[in-house]
């Protein structure tokens, strides 16, 4: 969608390209692989089944394995489950590692769509030459006050923009 001559990026939109280019396929994988090497699950695991009531109960021996992987999938699903889920989400949210690769595409993906492709911030000197092109007449100390960092800005105000000022965030974000 366009407002104002702006393109406006939908989350729907970026997910659906990192859906499409099988990047969600691709962190899925790195994502579960994670969890196989995961010891402390692992060890959580096995230490429940140990406990289970469904293995300690007289006659358990007697039972098919059909039987026993049921009663156990019953009796322990729900708390394996919600470690993994807790372990999921430390990976995901995590700030360094795969979490900060997925950040990173997420942002990546959303420039490419919105047409802010630049990677490499502009030097202060590069942005006097585009502001003098394109007629404006700020000083380069006003500029240097109001110029902040990409990866300090929101996303959500990034969304925001309209119009122009679209448009121009993607030099200054």
Not at 81 to 89: D, I, T, Y
Not at 146 to 166: F, K, V
């Amino acid at each position: 969608m366009s407002v104002m001559g702006s393109p406006m990026v939908s989350p729907e939109d970026v997910l659906e390209s990192l859906m499409n280019d099988g990047t969600v396929d691709s962190i899925r994988l790195k994502i579960i692989n994670q969890l196989k090497a995961n010891e402390e699950l692992k060890n959580y695991t096995i230490s429940m089944v140990e406990r289970s009531k469904v293995l300690n109960t007289p006659g358990a021996e007697k039972q098919t394995k059909r039987e026993l992987f049921d009663a156990l999938r019953q009796e322990l699903e729900t708390s394996v489950l919600e470690k993994a889920s807790r372990a999921v989400w430390e990976l995901i949210l995590d700030d360094k590692n795969l979490g900060k690769e997925i950040s990173d595409t997420v942002e990546r993906v959303y420039k490419k769509l919105s047409g802010c492709e630049q990677t490499v911030l502009p030097t202060p000197a590069a942005i006097l030459l585009r502001l003098r092109g394109e007629g404006a007449k700020r000083s380069m100390r006003r500029r240097k006050r109001l110029w902040i960092p990409r990866e300090r800005r929101d996303l959500r105000w990034r969304l925001a923009g309209q119009g122009e000022r679209a448009k121009e965030s993607c030099l200054w974000m």
